[in-house]
């Protein structure tokens, strides 16, 4: 399952973290004061729910319009939307069938593609988009 959205992947969300948050403490957020985040949910989820899940562990950027006027949204073309969109490429015209290989590939392909290096905002969105759950799942199961 690919959340290509805000802290669905947070793993330091805590129940505890209702005591910062309601004497305000500038650096958490109601969200942070969860038993556990979305994806660990649709992990935990009985009798269904998700295998894998590819998200964001923080806040995360995106993008608006068409600013290259390619008739491609910019949201697909940059930050976690990119990620989201390559996996997806990779998976399919690559035929690629084993998820780490897919997500490594793909992080390869972002730090390629775009400046993470020198700019902070590319830095901190391939370094947010994290996987979890068995990276030697097979995409299909075996035959």
């Given at each position: 399952?690919?959340?290509?959205?805000?802290?669905?992947?947070?793993?330091?969300?805590?129940?505890?973290?209702?005591?910062?948050?309601?004497?305000?403490h500038?650096?958490?957020?109601?969200?942070?004061?969860?038993?556990?985040?979305?994806?660990e949910?649709?992990?935990?989820?009985?009798?269904?729910?998700?295998i894998?899940?590819?998200?964001n562990?923080?806040?995360c950027?995106?993008?608006?319009?068409d600013?290259?006027q390619?008739?491609?949204?910019?949201?697909?073309?940059?930050?976690?939307?990119?990620l989201?969109?390559?996996?997806?490429?990779?998976?399919?015209?690559?035929?690629?069938?084993?998820?780490?290989?897919?997500?490594?590939?793909?992080?390869?392909?972002?730090?390629?593609?775009?400046?993470?290096?020198?700019?902070?905002?590319?830095?901190?969105?391939i370094?947010?988009?994290?996987?979890?759950?068995?990276?030697?799942?097979?995409?299909?199961g075996y035959s």
């Amino acid at each position: 399952m690919i959340l290509a959205e805000c802290i669905h992947a947070k793993l330091d969300v805590t129940i505890l973290n209702l005591f910062h948050y309601i004497f305000g403490h500038p650096n958490y957020l109601q969200a942070d004061c969860r038993f556990e985040c979305i994806a660990e949910k649709l992990m935990h989820k009985q009798g269904g729910g998700a295998i894998a899940v590819l998200s964001n562990a923080n806040l995360c950027y995106g993008s608006f319009g068409d600013a290259d006027q390619n008739g491609i949204p910019d949201d697909a073309e940059n930050f976690g939307g990119f990620l989201a969109v390559e996996f997806m490429r990779i998976y399919g015209e690559e035929q690629q069938d084993i998820l780490g290989d897919i997500f490594l590939k793909t992080q390869q392909t972002y730090v390629d593609a775009f400046p993470v290096h020198t700019d902070k905002y590319q830095c901190k969105s391939i370094q947010d988009w994290i996987l979890i759950g068995d990276p030697t799942l097979k995409i299909g199961g075996y035959s």
